[in-house]
């Protein structure tokens, strides 16, 4: 039922956020949003997302990062354009996601210098 991923992901996060268990989301989802709507195993899959830290409820298909997918999606045509969506992007990532981010940096200037700047897969 992941069709409907933007009716339940935010409540799913926001229950799990409550200490609810992943069974008790299920069950509070379905009742406010229609029966059937979150299965067991999504609602399960998430959670284990969730307790590994991993926190973002956005799709991540094919994601290179930010600026490849903003240009991949998107052509601009002025600057003010894209800066506007760029803001728009920025202003859209809680304060979780920042963090994270802030602390792969070490990490991912270490793999920098181990690849004496060569091309490398995060």
């Known amino acids: 039922m992941e069709q409907n991923r933007g009716i339940i992901r935010e409540p ?8 609810h268990s992943a069974k008790e989301a299920m069950d509070n989802i379905n009742r406010a949003k229609g029966n059937g709507i979150m299965s067991k195993a999504i ?12 926190m973002d409820i956005v799709d991540k298909k ?8 903003l240009v991949a999606r998107k052509k601009f045509r002025t600057i003010e354009e894209m800066r506007q969506s ?3 992007f920025f202003d859209s990532k809680d304060r979780e996601w920042y963090r994270r981010g802030i602390h792969q940096l070490e990490e991912q200037w270490k793999k920098v210098i181990e690849s004496g700047g060569e ?3 995060y």
């Not at 094919?62 to 997918?69: E, K, S």
């Open 12 to 19: 799913l996060k926001f229950e799990f956020e409550l200490g």
């Open 43 to 54: 609602a399960y899959l998430w959670y284990s997302k969730f307790r590994s830290n991993k």
């Open 62 to 69: 094919g994601d290179t990062g930010f600026l490849a997918t």
């Open 86 to 88: 760029l803001t728009e």
């Open 119 to 121: 091309y490398f897969d």
